[in-house]
């Protein structure tokens, strides 16, 4: 064994004979030991040191040979901490001096000099040590044992030993041993409060749940001295079951599927005890105690729970473990209470503050929702408006058109003008396009030839295309591939994706190409337009149909075209998407269902059906004088006779001149100056009722609820402006219709 390294023990000394029991005056010698022991033990902050200190100076006034001493573990019958110092190996008679003086139960340690020969039948251990001599001497702090100093000689022993030296030795050194143990205890206690500090302002440092459960688990293993790992339970409410969710190992180096894999929960496993008891475990070793749930390889010899309270509440237990068995104390178990104490207390907080940013996140989302909604519902009023003012010069441009196409001998001049026409419908489908946005009514369906509606749009737009140096080629199905669908509102996505394409190409270079094929597949039609632009990165293709989402610069882009490109193609129970090719490039596919038969379409006029008999007389009700006189020139060209009204007041003067049988049918705007059309439609339903079977309502304001609530409840037919000269005789052939 080695010496204690402060001090070394004098050189042996023959033994001199003393005196047993007090001696009339103290010696230099019993003063020197005296002196050194009170210098040394009194100086050492550590059990160990006042143990070493004791054993050197004791060997070095005496000559022992050897020299024990060990402490007293108060709660078994073991001993807590043993010194030894000697020559040689420890012998057989060494290890006896340990079990020979330990006292009876129920006795104190006594001192005893014991010498090998002597007949001291008080003595019956000597001849079983095998050593010339032995001395024992009690450790007493306070009345109260605290362990034994043993000395041992080889040969050549003292003749007798002052017991009343020795006592006086053995209470200084057991209250060196005392003093040791209360300066530990105040150590460990100001290391506790200095630990528990750094630990509160640790844990107020972040509120991020994740962070502060692996923040707690390190805490904890950094103040309790011997814990080697720690993990961090929290459990299901629903389940009852522990869930880690933060540990110091590595899950794939130590616990392969560690999460999850076991199932704890209150009263199983030792953190389950810890949570069910509602205190710390302390398990000094694992292998001994049938509630350890062995997980992967990893060692562990002893294991300190303790569980996460708030109030009466458990939410989950924190634990350390170790690689040494015995390894924690009464301190350890009150310095982890504390941390979870105070990491509950967190944990609960950082859920709170988790809960909270939720909360928050979601109202966010609602309002940018609710911002969203309230510029939808913006835009439809808006449009609305729009429509209104639209729809009326639309309609004198559309029947003029088909008026002047129908008289003209030139068939250029009926080309030009079937193309004003068509792009009259078509401003006003744009304008339909946007309501059906907005308000999401259902569009016109007929059945229509995809390949039609292609051509058509590249020709709208073939002359700016070839200015700007960008060429389309066409791959299309030789098949026309017909469905029903709304022919306008595709033109439209078509138009959309096209201009998307051509700013594509423009924004990175003065050339370049779209290619736009169809296939017939199986039961779909499939559209794809691809160009040779930039491409889309992940980010935008994440909220390309997204309403208000733009890459384009402010002024050149609303965010709407493909918003409403995806609400159209997913009302024809259709998909929508984009790819990006490689080598940069964007193809946008189109998917559209194959529908055999329109559903819900009404029925068109036919050259047949468009032909009332002459001779009626027709009192038409419009503000708009453009509209009116377009009405009154196709009527009268069929040989009808027109009365005009700018109001519903002036078509009442007409009624009371003419009376009920004087008029044929009553064509009405909705929204006019002074008498509405629905006022007017009541006058005529209590003055003239047989005229109410016989009216027809214009208008272009069908975005109003009022509009339609009157129409729904009326019941009357109507025409939405724009209208064709054809919807017009047709809707005239099927009131007059005997």
């Known amino acids: 064994m080695e010496n204690w390294?402060?001090?070394?023990?004098?050189?042996?000394?023959?033994?001199?004979?003393?005196?047993?029991?007090?001696?009339?005056?103290?010696?230099?010698r019993s003063l020197d030991i005296i002196d050194q022991l009170l210098r040394y033990v009194g100086a050492s902050e550590r059990a160990e040191e006042v143990l070493q200190h004791a054993v050197t100076i004791a060997r070095g006034h005496t000559g022992a040979g050897w020299g024990m001493a060990y402490l007293q573990d108060g709660r078994s019958e073991g001993p807590s901490l043993t010194i030894v110092q000697g020559d040689g190996e420890v012998t057989a008679g060494m290890q006896a001096m340990v079990g020979g003086s330990h006292p009876a139960e129920g006795k104190r340690w006594a001192f005893a000099y014991c010498r090998a020969g002597d007949d001291d039948a008080s003595q019956p251990?000597?001849?079983?040590?095998?050593?010339?001599?032995?001395?024992?001497v009690p450790l007493v702090a306070n009345e109260a044992d605290m362990g034994v100093l043993v000395l041992g000689w080889d040969a050549e022993p003292p003749e007798s030993v002052d017991a009343g030296l020795w006592g006086v030795v053995g209470k200084i050194v057991g209250l060196g041993v005392e003093n040791a143990r209360l300066y530990q205890e105040m150590q460990n206690r100001l290391r506790q409060s200095s630990a528990l500090y750094e630990v509160s302002k640790a844990l107020s440092s972040t509120l991020n749940l994740d962070d502060l459960l692996s923040l707690i688990v390190r805490l904890a293993t950094d103040n309790i001295p011997k814990a080697g790992d720690g993990v961090l339970h929290l459990m299901d409410e629903r389940s009852g079951r522990l869930h880690p969710r933060a540990h110091t190992w590595s899950v794939e180096d130590s616990r392969p599927d560690y999460r999850g894999r076991t199932d704890m929960r209150s009263g199983k496993g030792i953190a389950g005890t810890a949570l069910e008891m509602g205190e710390v475990v302390n398990v000094p070793d694992v292998s001994l105690d049938e509630r350890y749930i062995k997980g992967g390889t990893r060692a562990v010899a002893s294991m300190l729970v303790a569980p996460l309270r708030l109030g009466d509440r458990s939410i989950g237990t924190l634990s350390v473990d170790s690689t040494q068995r015995n390894a924690f104390t009464q301190q350890d178990e009150y310095l982890l209470m504390t941390l979870a104490t105070q990491a509950a207390v967190a944990i609960d907080n950082a859920r709170l503050v988790q809960d909270l940013q939720q909360s928050l996140d979601d109202l966010e989302s609602a309002q940018e929702a609710l911002v969203q909604s309230e510029k939808l519902s913006a835009i439809g009023q808006l449009i609305a408006g729009v429509a209104h003012e639209l729809n009326n010069p639309l309609t004198a441009v559309m029947?003029?058109?088909?008026?002047?196409?129908?008289?003209?001998?030139?068939?250029?001049m009926r080309h030009d003008l079937d193309r004003i026409s068509i792009q009259a419908q078509r401003a006003a489908k744009i304008v339909q396009n946007l309501l059906t946005f907005?308000?999401?009514?259902k569009a016109d369906r007929q059945r229509v030839a995809i390949n039609d509606i292609v051509e058509r749009v590249i020709d709208l737009r073939a002359y700016q295309l070839q200015v700007d140096n960008v060429r389309v080629v066409l791959d299309l199905d030789e098949d026309p591939l017909e469905t029903v669908a709304d022919g306008n509102q595709l033109q439209q996505v078509m138009l959309n994706l096209l201009n998307n394409a051509h700013d594509a190409i423009r924004s990175v270079r003065d050339k370049g190409e779209i290619r736009i094929s169809t296939r017939h597949k199986g039961h779909t039609i499939l559209i794809s337009c691809a160009d040779d632009g930039p491409g889309l990165a992940p980010e935008v293709r994440r909220h390309l149909f997204e309403p208000f989402y733009t890459t384009k610069d402010v002024g050149q882009g609303t965010g709407l075209g493909l918003s409403i490109c995806y609400g159209i193609i997913s009302e024809h129970r259709g998909k929508i998407w984009a790819e990006s090719t490689e080598?940069?490039?964007t193809v946008f596919h189109v998917e559209l269902p194959v529908v055999q038969e329109p559903v819900g379409v009404g029925r068109q006029a036919s050259a047949e059906m468009v032909a009332p008999s002459p001779g009626r007389r027709v009192l038409v009700v419009e503000d708009e004088r453009d509209v009116a006189q377009l009405l009154r020139r196709v009527l009268v060209a069929d040989g009808h006779t027109v009365i005009l009204a700018e109001d519903g007041n002036e078509a009442v003067e007409h009624l009371q001149a003419?009376?009920?049988?004087?008029?044929?049918?009553?064509?009405?705007?909705?929204?006019?100056?002074?008498?509405?059309?629905?006022?007017?439609?009541?006058?005529?339903?209590?003055?003239?009722?047989s005229l109410v079977k016989r009216m027809v309502i214009i208008t272009?304001?069908?975005?109003?609820?009022?509009?339609?609530?009157?129409?729904?409840?009326?019941?009357l037919p109507y025409l939405t402006k724009p209208f064709g000269l054809d919807d017009l005789k047709f809707k005239m052939t099927e009131l007059l219709r005997e």
Request: charged share 20%; glycine share 14%.
């Open 125 to 136: 251990c000597c001849p079983r040590t095998g050593l010339a001599a032995w001395l024992v």
């Open 438 to 441: 907005a308000r999401q009514h």
């Open 658 to 689: 003419l009376g009920e049988d004087g008029l044929d049918l009553v064509i009405s705007d909705i929204k006019m100056p002074g008498l509405g059309g629905p006022a007017l439609y009541k006058r005529l339903k209590r003055d003239y009722p």
């Open 583 to 585: 080598g940069g490039g």
């Open 399 to 412: 029947g003029y058109a088909q008026l002047l196409q129908a008289s003209s001998a030139d068939e250029q």
């Open 5 to 28: 390294p402060e001090m070394q023990p004098e050189a042996k000394r023959p033994a001199t004979s003393a005196i047993e029991g007090c001696q009339a005056g103290p010696s230099l």
């Open 700 to 715: 272009g304001d069908m975005m109003n609820a009022a509009t339609r609530g009157f129409l729904r409840e009326t019941g």
